[in-house]
Every structure is written in structure tokens, then in C-alpha cells.
């Protein structure tokens, strides 16, 4: 970062200075503050535009994660709706005992909390949540 204003500097002096790399022949002393300008135009241009590509993309994932946090991913900001147990078990509703007690083993089997001791937080106390919202469908089907 030091290099580049060192370098912008250093075009910046040559530009005002009375000296050219390109001697003054036939009226053409400019040409050279002419092609310095345009580089040091591009490269303040370019970097410009890295800049700001940079931060829009850290705005961007910014903004995303607060939208995905406040539209209440979690269980206790935004409560889902009441289900039914047959929408619980993904069942339809003129499921048979046999088809009932199946998909409850089937769901208590991947979400039962020693199955996932090993995740984080997070998904323990999910798959807490909904095991205990799969045996509550379950003992009201059964009943």
C-alpha cells in the first residue's frame, strides 16, 4: 500500500517537473506527461473500482446474514406455525399403526439426541426440539 502512493507521488512530481524523458523535438516535449497522465488515470481507476468492489461485497454478505438472522431461524424468535402430527411425521393423513410406527422410528432414529452429540450446540438443541415435537405427534397418533 505504501508502494502505490510512493509510485503516484513520483508520477505526480515528474508531470509538474521541467525535465521529460522524451526531449522536446519538433514540439513533441508532452508526449511523455501525456502517456504518464493516462497510466496514473488507469491505475487510480482500477483501484477505485477494487476498492469498491470489495466493500459492496462484504455489504452484500453483510446484509444477507442480518436478513437470514432477523427472519427468525431460530425457534424462540419467530414460533413455525402449530402442525399437525401427521404433518410432523410426514404422513398422510389416513396413514395406517404400521405406517405410523415406522415413520416414528424413522424420524426418532435421525433426529434421537445421541445421534448427534458430536454437532455443535446448536444443532443438539434442534434435533432436542424436534425429537421431542416427533414422540408428542407420535403419542397423540397412537392414542
Do not use: C
Amino acid at each position: 500500500m505504501k508502494m502505490k502512493w510512493i509510485l503516484i507521488v513520483l508520477a505526480l512530481v515528474y508531470l509538474l517537473s521541467p525535465y521529460d524523458l522524451i526531449p522536446g523535438f519538433h514540439g513533441l516535449g508532452w508526449l511523455d506527461d501525456i502517456v504518464i497522465l493516462i497510466l496514473l488515470y488507469r491505475y487510480l481507476a482500477r483501484i477505485k473500482s477494487n476498492t469498491g468492489n470489495a466493500s459492496g461485497a462484504y455489504e452484500t454478505r453483510r446484509d444477507e446474514q442480518r436478513a437470514r438472522t432477523s427472519h427468525g431461524n431460530s425457534a424462540e424468535e419467530a414460533p413455525n406455525p402449530p402442525r399437525t402430527p401427521y404433518e410432523v411425521l410426514n404422513l398422510p393423513p389416513d396413514a395406517d399403526q404400521e405406517t405410523i410406527k415406522a415413520a416414528y422410528r424413522k424420524l426418532a432414529n435421525q433426529y434421537h439426541p445421541d445421534k448427534v452429540s458430536h454437532l455443535g450446540k446448536e444443532f443438539q438443541d434442534l434435533a432436542e426440539r424436534k425429537f421431542k415435537e416427533i414422540q408428542e405427534a407420535y403419542q397423540e397418533l397412537v392414542r
